[in-house]
C-alpha cells in the first residue's frame, strides 16, 4: 500500500483564504445541530449551478437576510419578506431558490416533529455512521451516488425543494456524512 504523506489540505481549498478556512474548519466535520443542518441545506441549494466559492463569500448576507437561517422563522416567510429578498443585491436573488427556502424551512419543522430532530433524520441513513471514501484526486469524487439519490428522493417527497442527488452529496459532504478529503490532506 501506498504510503501517502498527510501535509497539505485538499487542493479545491486553496483557491482562496476564505475556502481554506471553510475547508480547514468546517467542511467534512460532522455536524449534528439542527440549525447548522438547516443554513447548510439552504447554502448548499442556493449553490445550485454556481460555484461554492460564491456562496462562501455571501454567506453573512445570507444569515443577515433569513434571519440568522432560522428554520422557524424562514417557515413563516410570506410574499413580502419574499419581495425583500429578491431585492437584496447581498445573496443569490433566483426566485425559485428563495422560494425553496422558505419550503423547505416548513418541510425541516415538519421532519424536527417526526423524527423529533432533523439530524436524527439525516444521519439515519448511515446509522450515524460517516462514509470515509479516501479520495486520492478530484476525479475519484463522484457528483451523486446511489445514497444521494435515495436521501434525494425521500428529502422531495417531504416537500423539499432543490434537493437533487448532486447537491445531496455535496450536503452530505459538507455536513460531514461523507469524508471526501483526499487522502493527502492534513484533515483527513
Not at 32 to 58: P, V, Y
Not at 78 to 94: C, H, P, Q, T, Y
Not at 110 to 136: A, C, L, M
Request: hydrophobic share 35%; aromatic share 10%.
Amino acid at each position: 500500500m501506498e504510503n501517502v504523506k498527510q501535509d497539505t489540505p485538499c487542493t479545491w481549498a486553496l483557491s482562496s483564504p476564505k475556502m481554506k478556512d471553510y475547508h480547514d474548519h468546517k467542511w467534512g466535520k460532522p455536524e449534528h445541530d439542527d440549525n447548522e443542518l438547516f443554513a447548510m441545506l439552504i447554502l448548499e441549494g442556493a449553490q445550485a449551478g454556481l460555484s461554492w466559492e460564491t456562496i462562501l463569500n455571501r454567506v453573512e448576507n445570507y444569515r443577515e437576510a433569513f434571519d440568522g437561517l432560522d428554520p422557524k422563522k424562514v417557515a413563516l416567510y410570506g410574499e413580502d419578506k419574499i419581495a425583500d429578498l429578491l431585492s437584496n443585491s447581498g445573496i443569490i436573488r433566483n426566485r425559485l431558490k428563495i422560494h425553496a427556502a422558505v419550503a423547505n424551512a416548513r418541510a425541516f419543522l415538519k421532519v424536527q416533529e417526526e423524527f423529533g430532530s432533523f439530524d436524527s433524520y439525516i444521519w439515519s441513513f448511515t446509522d450515524r455512521q460517516v462514509i470515509d471514501n479516501h479520495p486520492q484526486k478530484p476525479e475519484e469524487i463522484p457528483a451523486e451516488t446511489e445514497l444521494s439519490r435515495k436521501i434525494s428522493k425521500n428529502l422531495k417527497k417531504r416537500g423539499f425543494k432543490f434537493v437533487g442527488p448532486t447537491i445531496v452529496y455535496a450536503y452530505m459532504q459538507a455536513i460531514g456524512i461523507v469524508n471526501d478529503h483526499f487522502k493527502s490532506c492534513i484533515y483527513r
